[in-house]
């Protein structure tokens, strides 16, 4: 939902969609110590996609240059902050990139591409 939310409404949407509502589940489930780190992981996720998304009068190569720009960011700091702030150590925080965040910004970024293009196509939104 980050990934199609920035590219239907743009980087405000993506980041607040993909911020609060990614942390907000975190504390649903039971990872409420996780929320700041996904609030701003996802936030920037959906802003970064969000602002890509649009360049060019919002092309698909854009799109899958915001979605691959937005997804390195999450990544990156899911990274970071694993082995900063929640001090887990670079393997373990190596093996939760690779085994859990790139997969999802793989899965996430082709069924968020595919639903914009086709609610866009449905709708007739504006590229």
């Keep these: 939902m980050v990934f199609f939310s920035a ?14 509502g990614s942390a907000i589940a975190d504390v649903i ?3 409420g110590y996780f929320a700041p780190i ?11 996609t969000g602002t890509i998304a649009r360049l060019n009068g919002g092309k698909k190569w854009s799109s ?14 899911y990274f970071l ?9 670079i393997g373990y925080a190596l093996s939760e990139m690779l085994t859990v965040n790139i997969p999802q910004v793989a899965i996430g970024g082709t069924l ?13 939104l504006p590229k």
């Design 29 to 31: 489930i039971g990872y």
């Design 38 to 48: 996904t609030l701003t992981a996802k936030g920037v996720e959906g802003l970064v």
């Design 7 to 20: 590219l239907i409404f743009g980087w405000r949407a993506g980041a607040i969609c993909g911020g609060v």
């Design 81 to 89: 902050a694993e082995v900063i702030i929640l001090d887990t150590g």
């Design 64 to 77: 899958v240059l915001g979605i691959f720009c937005g997804g390195s960011c999450m990544v990156s700091i």
């Design 112 to 124: 968020g591409f595919v639903l914009a293009h086709y609610v866009r196509k449905s709708i007739r």
